[in-house]
């Protein structure tokens, strides 16, 4: 299957938001999935606010 979302531009803030939100998703994931250790859940939620900054300032 596709992947449905639009290519980004290498270091557009469009891309930055993209991964932000993709780690925001990890994390959300790693938080419902007992398995997952929690320094995961919040390396993935410390990355999505990160990478939103970047693509903010950017």
Known sequence: ????????VPGSPEE???FAKSDL???EVGKRE????????CFHA?????KAIKGVLL
């Open 1 to 8: 299957m596709k992947d449905a979302r639009q290519p980004r």
């Open 16 to 18: 930055w938001l993209d």
């Open 25 to 27: 998703q990890m994390a």
């Open 34 to 41: 007992l398995s997952i250790r929690r320094e995961l859940v």
């Open 46 to 50: 410390q990355q999505a606010a990160e």
